[in-house]
């Protein structure tokens, strides 16, 4: 039997969790909103042996969840460092989301040393994305990191 504290623990956590979307979905707002080559940003977390989307900005893509090994954002992960493809037309690896899409940069949120998430941002402008660009959204993922923990340790939990 779940007592009244369990229940509302339970009931806290859940407005823990939609709050921590919440937040990142209005980063995912801003960044697409603020720079005219961000045509689509998301924030994918590791669920087990997949990425799941957890928030974005743009049109709705059918690739809410990734197996990890497939496309640019599971190498990202497996290699624990950005990934900017200037020309995904050129890179097998791309896992093609959108038809105008031509330049993609991935960058992995951490936890401690260990990659649990990571902003997706997906550009319609081939070589959008500069070093600038790189260590803007690297200090954004460091930002984000405990939003994207809470989310992730959810999911681990369930997972449990």
Request: charged share 30%; hydrophobic share 35%; glycine share 6%.
């Amino acid at each position: 039997m779940v007592t009244a504290a369990e229940f509302q623990k339970s009931e806290i956590d859940g407005i823990i969790l939609e709050s921590a979307k919440k937040s990142l979905s209005n980063i995912c707002h801003v960044l697409s909103e603020r720079n005219h080559r961000y045509n689509w940003t998301g924030v994918y977390v590791v669920v087990g042996d997949h990425l799941k989307l957890v928030s974005f900005q743009g049109a709705a893509t059918e690739h809410v969840l990734i197996p990890l090994g497939e496309g640019l954002c599971s190498l990202a992960i497996s290699r624990n460092e950005t990934v900017n493809e200037k020309d995904v037309k050129s890179n097998r690896e791309y896992l093609a989301c959108f038809l105008n899409t031509k330049a993609e940069l991935v960058v992995p949120v951490r936890y401690g040393d260990k990659p649990i998430g990571e902003i997706d941002i997906d550009s319609d402008e081939k070589g959008a994305f500069d070093q600038d660009d790189e260590k803007f959204v690297e200090e954004i993922a460091e930002k984000i990191s405990p939003l994207v923990k809470l989310i992730y340790d959810q999911h681990e939990k369930n997972l449990r």
